[in-house]
């Protein structure tokens, strides 16, 4: 790992992409990659071995905008994950194995327009989990094994949005 870092130095770019490296880091060692990235917009940690996030280590990336998660073994969402995400537009996190979403997951992500959940295990969604997404247009739910959404979940979405959807494969 510290030949990594070294390598990295002082992370300052706009974009930063971690694919396919079967990361399985620490939290307390990846916190020092993104420490000092203040200005980074675009993260791409996707088709690594993640199992969740610690809202700690990327609290500093405020400015993010892009971030790709997908095709990683993230079984659930620190409450604060997203706490300083406001400026997040797209968040993909499909292909993982996250089994519900809860209500204040996604309250910060008030300009958010693109959401993939799909292909992991989702059994139920709190009707309170897309209440602050009024900007988003894109909601993709597809291929998990959604057995309860509470009738208002989806009250709060922008009814010109471009797609949801929401197939159900069991």
Known sequence: FNSVLNSYGKINKSWVIFFKNFLSWKFDDFYKIFEECTSLTELGLSNNKFTGLDGNTFKQLSQLTTWKLWSNQIDKLDANLFETCSNLEELDLGINKLTRIDGNTFKQLTKLTTLSLHKNQIESI????????????????????????????FENLNSNSDYFHLQQSN
């Open 126 to 153: 709190d009707p309170k989990a897309f209440e602050t997404l009024s900007n988003l247009k894109w909601l993709l739910l597809h291929d998990n094994k959604i057995k309860h959404v509470h009738r208002k979940a």
